[in-house]
């Protein structure tokens, strides 16, 4: 083979190795990256298709349990809602035995569509009446959720105690579509 054509081989296949080159950096990899987030993209989308179609089958269900949730948070007239919770707070304490020394509200307003009634109660009891007090507060049909809990011994042999409980009762203010 001729020193000449030897040459032009060389180049050819020097100019076909940059071109494969540039074609694999401007093309090749560029296309694989749009491939694979379209790939993603469908992936999620599909997903999203199935949350949704589920979220269908169960709406009626769905609406259903928010009218109940609804229905358990406290009246929207503060003072209404306050009589609510404490004829709830005297009836667990009757119900358990437990003594309600003091009862001290708050409303907090720190948004629009609801406000929090928080009250610190203070209660005394046998270890039975203030079990029994805590399970009528944490089962009463009642947007109730408690806050935090004290529970101290009065006397030397553990037979009364003291329970000091912050409780936070909702009040929605939705406003009907």
């Not at 030897?6 to 074609?23: E, H």
């Not at 929207?76 to 009757?94: H, R, V």
């Not at 007090?133 to 109730?144: D, G, I, S, T, W």
Request: hydrophobic content about 45%; aromatic content about 8%.
């Amino acid at each position: 083979m001729k020193v000449q054509n030897r040459q032009q081989l060389l180049l050819i296949l020097a100019i076909a190795a940059v071109a494969l080159l540039l074609g694999d950096w401007f093309v090749w990899t560029p296309l694989a990256r749009v491939w694979t987030a379209r790939a993603a993209r469908i992936a999620k989308l599909r997903t999203e298709i199935h949350d949704g179609a589920l979220l269908q089958q169960r709406s009626q269900y769905i609406r259903n349990r928010w009218t109940d949730m609804q229905g358990e948070t406290l009246l929207k007239n503060p003072s209404l809602a306050e009589q609510q919770l404490f004829k709830a707070i005297d009836g667990w304490a009757a119900d358990s035995g437990a003594e309600i020394s003091a009862i001290t509200p708050q409303w907090k307003n720190d948004q629009d569509d609801y406000s929090t009634l928080d009250c610190r109660l203070e209660t005394a009891g046998d270890i039975n009446a203030v079990n029994r007090f805590l399970y009528n507060l944490e089962r009463a049909p009642l947007a109730v959720q408690v806050e935090s809990l004290e529970l101290a011994a009065r006397d030397n042999n553990g037979q009364q105690f003291t329970l000091n409980v912050q409780i936070s009762g909702l009040m929605l203010n939705l406003k009907k579509p």
